[in-house]
Nanobody, 125 residues
Framework: VQLQAFGGGLVQPGGSLTLSCAASGFTLNRPAIGWFRQVPGKERVAVACLSTNNDITYYPDFVKGRFTVSRGKAKNTVDLRIDNLTPEDTGVYYC???????????????????WGQGTLVTVSS
């Protein structure tokens, strides 16, 4: 099981960014995939999760309306689009999964065992 997040960079406040998570070693037809954010000194927090067997999504309240998780155009990828970025969105974004967990809600409320390398998003003018 391998995951790789990419697409981070420097973005101005108010801008948008799409991150991608490439999965290998398994097929995105059952396990949930989650996106998590970590800032220095704080724990990783879930920002969006997708159930790949039924495309049901889950978002914590603090991101609703600005974050969108979906299947990517490339095979075996999951994208995270962030709109109206603010400096508080700055952090390292990771994608993660648990092959035994199909629920997006459950994945976002748990700590998945499989993590990819993160990608840094910096929101600054």
């Amino acid at each position: 099981v391998q995951l790789q997040a990419f697409g981070g960079g420097l973005v101005q406040p108010g801008g948008s960014l799409t991150l991608s998570c490439a999965a290998s070693g398994f097929t995105l037809n059952r396990p949930a995939i989650g996106w998590f954010r970590q800032v220095p000194g704080k724990e990783r927090v879930a920002v969006a999760c997708l159930s790949t067997n039924n495309d049901i999504t889950y978002y914590p309240d603090f991101v609703k309306g600005r974050f969108t998780v979906s299947r990517g155009k490339a095979k075996n990828t999951v994208d995270l689009r962030i709109d109206n970025l603010t400096p508080e969105d700055t952090g390292v974004y990771y994608c993660a999964t648990d092959l035994g967990q199909a629920s997006s809600y459950a994945l976002c409320h748990d700590r998945p065992p499989n993590w990819g390398q993160g990608t840094l998003v910096t929101v600054s003018s």
